[in-house]
Antibody, heavy 117, light 107 residues
Framework: EVQLQQSGAELVKPGASVKLSCKTSGYTFSNYYMSWLKQMPGQNIEWIGNIYGGNGGTGYNQKFKGKATLTVDKSSSTAYMDLSSLTSEDSAVYFC??????????WGQGVMVTVSS | DIRMTQSPASLSASLGETVNIECLASEDIYSDLAWYQQKPGKSPQLLIYNANSLQNGVPSRFSGSGSGTQYSLKINSLQSEDVATYFCQQYNNYPFTFGSGTKLEIK
């Protein structure tokens, strides 16, 4: 069974950074891209970027360049997203999701990031 | 970026009814379109990919159609468990972009 397990909720101060994780199981991690997405409360879903599990190759939404950095650890089948210089505009739920023909067939449960002093 | 215009923003229908949700792309996306269902507090679930392919395990009352810039999701015989927000997503061009969602309620 394919599973994507995300790390727990984060409360971070403005200007700080946070690293989110997405641990996978049930499929060959290196054969798929992993996307990261942002959803602010009651709002649209934004695609941040994706990363290939095989070689760590990345593609980013221009809007999130400099804000998000995607990495993978093949040995643990885990994808990571670093968010830097956090502001209140970064408070949102963040999802990881496996790419399947570029549709997103399996999603993590989401992690709430709250930026507050 | 490709803009996805989804309509209606909200929809109220009776049990057993058929509903349609539309998605208009700002340019041709060559059927590179997916539909998702999101229930409150949950992550989105893939329903349809490649505009009309039903994801494994999704009930057959869900169907997708369309081409070019115009796409639709049809739900036949509406069930209570279909109450959710539905999103379309294009993956023809980076960055992937989503419609603004349709909130479906039972009348």
């Amino acid at each position: 069974e394919v599973q994507l397990q995300q790390s727990g909720a984060e409360l971070v101060k403005p200007g700080a950074s946070v690293k989110l994780s997405c641990k996978t199981s049930g499929y060959t991690f290196s054969n798929y891209y992993m996307s990261w997405l942002k959803q602010m409360p009651g709002q649209n879903i934004e695609w941040i970027g994706n990363i290939y599990g095989g070689n760590g190759g990345t593609g980013y939404n221009q809007k999130f360049k400099g804000k998000a950095t995607l990495t993978v650890d093949k040995s643990s089948s885990t994808a990571y997203m670093d968010l830097s210089s956090l502001t209140s505009e970064d408070s949102a739920v963040y999802f990881c999701a496996r790419n399947y023909y570029s549709a997103l067939d399996y999603w993590g449960q989401g992690v709430m990031v709250t930026v507050s002093s | 970026d490709i803009r996805m215009t989804q309509s209606p923003a909200s929809l109220s229908a009776s049990l057993g009814e058929t509903v349609n949700i539309e998605c208009l792309a700002s340019e041709d996306i060559y059927s590179d379109l997916a539909w998702y269902q999101q229930k409150p507090g949950k992550s989105p679930q893939l329903l349809i990919y490649n505009a009309n392919s039903l994801q494994n395990g999704v009930p057959s009352r869900f169907s997708g159609s369309g081409s070019g810039t115009q796409y639709s999701l049809k739900i036949n015989s509406l069930q209570s468990e279909d109450v959710a927000t539905y999103f379309c997503q294009q993956y023809n061009n980076y960055p992937f972009t989503f419609g603004s969602g349709t909130k479906l309620e039972i009348k």
